[in-house]
């Protein structure tokens, strides 16, 4: 195994007053400028923003700068530690589309934590519940999320928030379409 990477939250992954070109690519500084343009365009930002300062990025773009400051690296395994819990919902969605894309198209593994069992269902294969630093419950997402076996999975599950509302006809779910879903 090569190495393994921690991916935190987007604020800690820039420094304030350095340009991207030194900040984001200290960390692997050999891989050079034209590297460093390669990685962002494969994060989805364009390859100027290497010269762009901290402050002209929003959150899911620091983020984005984040994975591929963590890709110089060339790990084999990413730690994605509540890595989209401070993005709103649709730069949440194109993260976690960015997520999946690397994941398959670098063949990296990539451990997800998240308290969202939301974002859980969307990005893991196999899923994990601890309870005060115990595994209570793991197996395949669909099972876990879909038919969990242990009362502290059910609970997080019934605790998830917009689970008793239909969006589409904004209103709250009835007992009858909440039991057929």
């Known amino acids: 195994m090569k190495q393994i990477l921690y991916l935190g939250h987007e604020e800690n992954a820039l420094r304030s ?3 991207r070109k030194k ?13 460093a343009r390669e990685l962002l365009e494969l994060v989805g930002l364009p390859a100027d923003a290497v010269s762009r300062y901290p402050h002209q990025f929003s959150g899911g773009q620091r983020q984005r700068i984040a994975i591929a400051r963590a890709l110089a690296l060339d ?3 990413l730690v994605a530690d ?8 649709s730069v949440q969605a194109q993260v976690l589309e960015l997520l999946d894309e690397i ?3 670098l063949g990296i593994a990539i451990l997800f934590i998240t308290h969202d069992l939301r974002v859980a269902a969307q990005i893991c294969d196999e899923v994990v519940v601890m309870q005060h630093g115990r595994v209570v419950e793991q197996g395949p997402a669909a099972e876990v ?4 076996k242990e009362a502290y999975t059910r609970a997080l599950l019934e605790a998830a928030p917009g ?7 904004f209103r709250p779910v009835s007992e009858g379409v909440a ?3």
């Not at 999320?145 to 969990?148: D, F, M, V």
């Not at 689970?163 to 006809?169: E, K, L, P, S, T």
């Open 17 to 19: 007053r350095l340009r």
């Open 23 to 35: 900040s984001v690519w200290e960390v692997h500084f050999a891989a050079g400028v034209e590297r």
């Open 75 to 77: 790990p084999d395994v």
């Open 82 to 89: 509540e890595a989209v819990s401070a993005l709103d919902v």
């Open 103 to 105: 994941q398959k198209r």
């Open 145 to 148: 999320l879909t038919h969990p």
């Open 163 to 169: 689970r008793g509302w239909d969006f589409a006809n």
């Open 179 to 181: 039991a057929t879903a």
